[in-house]
């Protein structure tokens, strides 16, 4: 036998990684005493535990304290004792601290990443080399961003106590995404890890005594549901950042409602795997093993659709199949080992069921000819190919091993099937052509593309994705913005509407009698309902009548909305010379508007607010082309292009308080970054948005870009907030409106901002620029790799 021949007949033989360490830490530890709160081990307080087990034998490693509400309210009062004077602390202070926890957690790397594989079941490859390591870097990065943050984020404080709760794919790693940029705000923490993997999470509180991390600035909580629950509904606490499916994120979107609690939420995914005909076949083969079977498929942004063009399909395939086969299942302590065990039975349970019903529904499954462990919650990767787009494989979150195929002709095609889901978190584009890999990402709904590559992280990068993957970001510059607040200056209360008295007396004749209509896809229309509204003057006097919009107006507008392509596709520098004359002709008819306000107001700064309005318009015309996106650079041969870009369908409830300034301040930023706009002015006084109408028509806005309902405040905003077609709301109306509107949005998860039944001082500087820009623009991270 020569050379060659022995180097073809050689097998991998055993690696096994020693457990010893991980086993005496085990054996060493009280877990009936597991929560870590106000700096010391407690058990719970109705003495509850749960168990932990083994994922690849189903042995128990422990029974862990199971936290109560009573518990929750501890950790709570803890986190808010400490609050005052961490959020005090310099950043300097703050910086020290993460550091030392980054340095602590860098010495016992090894130990955390036996117990993470141990407990979870992922293969030790990747607890050691990528979990255990990019949790370091999170900390270590976030410590300067703490010392930097009053340079960088100037009149931005953290904002309180946050509530975190994280799942069980990635323990270790969601922790530090979570409690690294936390610390760094000057934010006090309640984390409760999944009942799953418990295990890194309470050795991570050891570290956080080692480190120096003052009592009551980080407390963890093992438990279920309940103790989840009592951290969502807590009173006292100030935000909430979750990770998990996105049927639970959207129950807690409806539990925070009216709340005023900031939100994040890290949800599902069905991240499509794009290879284009000129790809690297073999890489492209290699990154799709990183994409699925990467943690067993157990991955939110798990590049589970792969979508090839027809000619390379057969080829791809082919290769794909041999890949397959040569992927290791088995013990996730065996260094070569692939493809560990599904973290408990329930999760193997759903994922047989899933490829079961998926072939029935016509996929074709392939598995490759392999045996699995006697013990543990093993599935073999399986191929699912003859997928139709509707099918469940190609639609549902299957978290576990299982890779749906589908074919497309064109780019157009790819696009569209690639877009063809609920979900939004990732992509992943393979092309020789960075041309087309560049033309591809931006139309991709997704928060983070990957240009020939996958599952790529850093803690400087932005994570987060659109639609029902949630909102919000983890890493990077913008997900230290979760943690922060800037505190906008606050107007009155805003009271429910009472239906409106009719005016005692009709305006002085002359006049040719005119009802405004609505204002749809660029035309004036009627109402559907052909029912008005009668507006008054602030003497009590006839001013004019209004169309009053229902629900089909709302579906039209958000229809037009959505059919206008020019606006958001237009540069920014066209958005911009757009607003400025719209900002010109609204000044030629100042004296008109002021007029207007003035007899509806009675306000005597009514000319004032004109200009304010015509300012406002003027900002946001010079700001759309430079409110830019930034390139991140990770510590890998890569560049991340960190993209703004416009929400989509906004829909905007304006306030009775500023009419006019109100409106525009609200209109201005989100047709700034690109969006198109369904906007209902203030039911007391919109005659001022629909005298708007004329000078928008010539204007050279394109129709659809903006679209004007008049009606009833509460009413309208309940339409929009429910219409899966529209992206972000922005509500300014009566607390029980704001809260209503929040709870309804669950339907696509769609951003919501309310002013929590509160106007702002739109006459503030504070009330623009920056603070709106932020929330009209998603942030998509792109990773474009580079060299040989």
């Given at each position: 036998m020569n050379i060659l021949e022995r180097y073809h007949a050689m097998e991998y033989g055993p690696a096994p990684e020693a457990r010893t360490e991980a086993d005496a830490w085990l054996a060493a530890r009280d877990f009936g005493k597991a929560l870590f709160i106000d700096g010391a081990w407690k058990a719970a307080a109705s003495g509850k535990t749960f168990d932990t087990s083994e994922p690849s034998s189903g042995k128990l490693l422990a029974k862990v304290s199971d936290a109560g509400a009573a518990d929750i309210d501890a950790a709570v009062a803890a986190a808010t004792k400490a609050l005052p004077k961490w959020s005090a602390s310099s950043g300097y202070q703050r910086a020290k601290v993460l550091y030392a926890i980054g340095r602590a957690m860098q010495r016992h790397q090894r130990l955390f990443a036996v117990l993470e594989t141990i407990d979870n079941g992922k293969p030790i490859r990747e607890s050691r080399d990528i979990d255990v390591p990019l949790a370091i870097r999170h900390f270590i990065h976030h410590a300067g961003w703490a010392q930097?943050?009053?340079?960088?984020?100037?009149?931005?404080?953290?904002?309180?106590?946050?509530?975190?709760?994280?799942?069980?794919?990635?323990?270790?790693?969601?922790?530090?995404?979570?409690?690294?940029?936390?610390?760094?705000?000057?934010?006090?923490?309640?984390?409760?890890?999944?009942?799953?993997?418990?295990?890194?999470?309470?050795?991570?509180?050891?570290?956080?005594?080692?480190?120096?991390?003052?009592?009551?600035?980080?407390?963890?909580?093992?438990?279920?549901?309940?103790?989840?629950?009592?951290?969502?509904?807590?009173?006292?606490?100030?935000?909430?950042?979750?990770?998990?499916?996105?049927?639970?994120?959207?129950?807690?979107?409806?539990?925070?409602?009216?709340?005023?609690?900031?939100?994040?939420?890290?949800?599902?995914?069905?991240?499509?795997?794009?290879?284009?005909?000129?790809?690297?076949?073999?890489?492209?083969?290699?990154?799709?093993?990183?994409?699925?079977?990467?943690?067993?498929?157990?991955?939110?942004?798990?590049?589970?659709?792969?979508?090839?063009?027809?000619?390379?399909?057969?080829?791809?395939?082919?290769?794909?199949?041999?890949?397959?086969?040569?992927?290791?299942?088995?013990s996730p302590l065996d260094k070569n080992t692939d493809i560990g065990p599904l973290v408990d039975a329930t999760q193997l349970d759903r994922v047989k069921g899933l490829v079961a019903e998926g072939a029935k529904q016509g996929a074709v499954c392939w598995q490759p000819d392999a045996a699995l462990p006697s013990s543990g919650y093993y599935h073999l990767p399986t191929l699912a190919t003859g997928v139709s787009p509707a099918n469940i494989l190609a639609q549902e979150e299957v978290f576990g091993p299982v890779l749906a195929t589908m074919t497309f002709r064109n780019t157009e095609e790819a696009i569209e099937l690639a877009n063809n889901t609920r979900y939004g978190l990732a992509?992943?584009?393979?092309?020789?052509?960075?041309?087309?890999?560049?033309?591809?990402?931006?139309?991709?709904?997704?928060?983070?593309?990957?240009?020939?590559?996958?599952?790529?992280?850093?803690?400087?990068?932005?994570?987060?994705?659109?639609?029902?993957?949630?909102?919000?970001?983890?890493?990077?510059?913008?997900?230290?913005?979760?943690?922060?607040?800037?505190?906008?200056?606050?107007?009155?209360?805003?009271?429910?509407?009472?239906?409106?008295?009719?005016?005692?007396?009709?305006?002085?004749?002359?006049?040719?009698?005119?009802?405004?209509?609505?204002?749809?896809?660029?035309?004036?229309?009627?109402?559907?309902?052909?029912?008005?509204?009668?507006?008054?003057?602030?003497?009590?006097?006839?001013?004019?009548?209004?169309?009053?919009?229902?629900?089909?107006?709302?579906?039209?507008?958000?229809a037009a909305a959505r059919s206008c392509k020019a606006w958001p596709e237009a540069t920014a520098y066209n958005r911009s010379q757009v607003l400025y004359y719209l900002a010109e002709n609204l000044s030629g008819r100042a004296a008109e508007f002021a007029a207007r306000l003035a007899e509806l107001t009675d306000a005597k700064a009514a000319r004032e607010e004109v200009e304010q309005s015509i300012e406002r318009l003027f900002l946001y015309a010079g700001l759309a082309d430079k409110f830019e996106g930034r390139v991140h650079q990770p510590p890998a041969r890569a560049v991340t292009l960190a993209l703004h870009e416009p929400v989509g369908v906004v829909g905007i409830v304006a306030p009775d308080t500023a009419p006019l300034l109100g409106f525009i301040s609200l209109i201005a930023p989100a047709l700034a970054m690109g969006n198109t706009v369904v906007a209902v002015p203030s039911e007391k006084y919109p005659l001022l948005a629909t005298d708007l109408y004329q000078v928008i028509e010539y204007s050279d806005v394109p129709a659809g870009a903006i679209n004007i309902v008049t009606g009833r405040t509460a009413e309208l905003a309940g339409v929009l907030a429910k219409h899966d077609d529209v992206d972000g709301l922005w509500l300014f109306a009566d607390a029980d409106t704001c809260a209503k509107a929040e709870a309804d949005s669950i339907g696509n998860l769609k951003r919501v901002w309310t002013g929590n039944g509160r106007s702002l001082d739109w006459t503030s500087d504070e009330a623009a620029g920056d603070a709106l820009l932020r929330r009209a623009v998603e942030v998509k991270n792109v990773w474009v790799p580079y060299g040989d």
């Open positions: 930097a943050l009053d340079k960088d984020f100037p009149g931005h404080k953290g904002v309180g106590v946050v509530g975190q709760i994280i799942p069980w794919n990635f323990p270790l790693l969601m922790l530090a995404w979570k409690i690294a940029p936390a610390l760094a705000a000057g934010c006090t923490v309640v984390l409760k890890p999944a009942e799953f993997t418990p295990l890194t999470a309470i050795l991570f509180a050891e570290i956080c005594e080692r480190a120096g991390v003052p009592k009551g600035v980080v407390n963890i909580v093992q438990g279920g549901p309940e103790a989840g629950v009592a951290i969502v509904n807590h009173p006292g606490i100030q935000k909430i950042a979750f990770t998990g499916s996105s049927e639970v994120g959207k129950i807690i979107r409806k539990a925070t409602a009216g709340s005023g609690k900031k939100l994040s939420l890290e949800l599902g995914g069905k991240s499509a795997f794009i290879v284009f005909e000129d790809a690297d076949l073999d890489s492209a083969v290699e990154g799709l093993v990183d994409g699925i079977w990467f943690n067993q498929g157990q991955v939110c942004c798990a590049g589970s659709r792969l979508l090839v063009q027809e000619g390379i399909a057969e080829a791809l395939i082919a290769k794909v199949k041999v890949r397959m086969s040569r992927l290791r299942v088995g992509a992943s584009v393979w092309s020789e052509n960075i041309n087309l890999a560049l033309h591809v990402a931006p139309q991709l709904k997704a928060g983070v593309v990957w240009v020939n590559g996958t599952n790529m992280f850093d803690a400087a990068c932005g994570f987060g994705g659109y639609r029902e993957s949630g909102f919000g970001r983890e890493g990077g510059r913008e997900g230290m913005f979760e943690y922060l607040a800037a505190k906008l200056p606050l107007g009155p209360v805003i009271k429910p509407a009472t239906s409106s008295a009719q005016p005692v007396e009709q305006s002085d004749g002359g006049a040719i009698d005119r009802t405004a209509k609505l204002f749809i896809g660029g035309k004036q229309v009627r109402p559907d309902g052909n029912y008005s509204l009668a507006i008054a003057t602030a003497k009590g006097k006839m001013a004019g009548e209004v169309g009053l919009g229902n629900r089909k107006d709302i579906r039209d507008a958000v």
